[in-house]
Nanobody, 121 residues
Framework: QVQMVESGGGLVQAGVSLRLSCAAS????????MGWYRQAPGKERELVAH???????NYADFVKGRFTISRDNAKNTAYLQMNSLKPEDTAVYYC???????????????WGQGTQVTVSS
């Protein structure tokens, strides 16, 4: 069974940086594609950034130029580098995507527990 575990959140002041990690556990061969999402209180979950198998990345307009998504297949981990954080970035951040198992099956992962990011002004 594949599980995603997000980490790296915290309480920070506006303008600083954080790096979130999304570790896939289980019989994983590689990360095929991964997306970072966020959900602020009272709002729907929204896509923040996405990376696909060839390394192509896409970002929501509200994070372009500030956030960078990457992955390390040797560690079965995806990252979200967040720079110049703003109070409106406050949310629970989740990752979800497609991993390739050691049996070469493609599995769409479940949601992890998320990691809280709180940015104070």
């Amino acid at each position: 069974q594949v599980q995603m575990v997000e980490s790296g959140g915290g309480l920070v002041q506006a303008g600083v940086s954080l790096r979130l990690s999304c570790a896939a556990s289980g019989s994983i061969f590689s990360i095929n594609s991964m997306g970072w999402y966020r959900q602020a209180p009272g709002k729907e979950r929204e896509l923040v950034a996405h990376i696909i198998s060839d390394g192509t990345t896409n970002y929501a307009d509200f994070v372009k130029g500030r956030f960078t998504i990457s992955r390390d297949n040797a560690k079965n981990t995806a990252y979200l580098q967040m720079n110049s954080l703003k109070p409106e970035d406050t949310a629970v951040y989740y990752c979800r995507g497609v991993v390739v198992t050691t049996g070469r099956s493609y599995v769409y992962t479940n949601w992890g527990q998320g990691t809280q990011v709180t940015v104070s002004s």
